[in-house]
């Protein structure tokens, strides 16, 4: 059974400040997919990671895939306010179903 | 706007009743998931339905069903509502020849009491 685990799953940082979040995953996988969810509302999809190696930037969010290590980073670069939200990580595992595991989801607040 | 559309918005429904949520995808978009969402939980995934067939469910009960139909749309039938059912209900469809990438609807905010 494909397992995912997000860390950490608060995270309360200042403006202009970098972090990363962290998605680990117990199985092979051939996609790894990013989310952002706003209180009350449905997902955003950020990013579709395919390949070992891959990065991909949006703005201040810069996400790369590890296959080998299992693992991928979501990177924030000086933090602002209205990135504040839940961000998940799923994973597709490979072979057989085309269905993607969830990870519980990192909860993010900026502070100015 | 992902164009993934969801009816109702909220639900209040009584322990033991019947539920039906709707979805509807773009044209094109020829397989449809149904997630749960509890509160402060990733979605997990109920089944997934491609060209009006189920070809894959998570671990739900049988009261979980669902249809769809050729128009793009389909439905979430859930029985015998439990208290635990409460949570929002989201949909997503993927388009045929994309990289499996999901739209999600708005979802559907189910409160059982």
């Known amino acids: 059974e494909l397992k995912v685990e997000q860390n950490p799953l608060f995270l309360s940082m200042q403006e202009g400040k970098n972090y990363t979040i962290y998605c680990n995953y117990s199985t092979t996988s051939d996609r790894l997919y990013w989310y952002r969810q706003d209180p009350g509302k449905s997902l955003e999809s950020l990013f579709v990671?395919?390949?070992?190696?891959a990065v991909k930037q949006e703005g201040r969010l810069m996400a790369s895939l590890d296959t080998k290590a299992r693992l991928s980073t979501l990177h924030i670069t000086a933090a602002v306010h209205d990135l504040s939200a839940t961000y998940f990580c799923a994973v597709r595992s490979s072979g057989g179903s085309y269905i993607p595991t969830f990870g519980r989801g990192t909860s993010l607040i900026v502070h100015p | 706007e992902t164009g993934v559309t969801q009816s109702p918005t909220h639900l209040i429904k009584t322990r033991g009743q019947q539920v039906t949520l709707r979805c509807s995808s773009q044209s094109g978009h020829n397989t449809v998931s149904w997630y749960q969402q509890a509160l402060g939980q990733g979605p997990q995934f109920i089944f997934q339905y491609y060209r009006e067939e189920e070809n894959g469910r998570g671990n739900f009960p049988p009261r979980f069903s669902g249809l769809q139909f050729p128009n793009y749309s389909s439905e979430l039938n859930v029985n015998a509502l439990e208290l635990d059912d409460s949570a929002l209900y989201l949909c997503?469809?993927?388009?045929?020849?994309?990289?499996?990438?999901?739209?999600f609807g708005p979802g559907t905010r189910l409160t059982v009491t």
């Open positions: 990671l395919l390949s070992n190696g």
């Open positions: 997503a469809s993927t388009l045929q020849g994309s990289s499996y990438e999901q739209y």
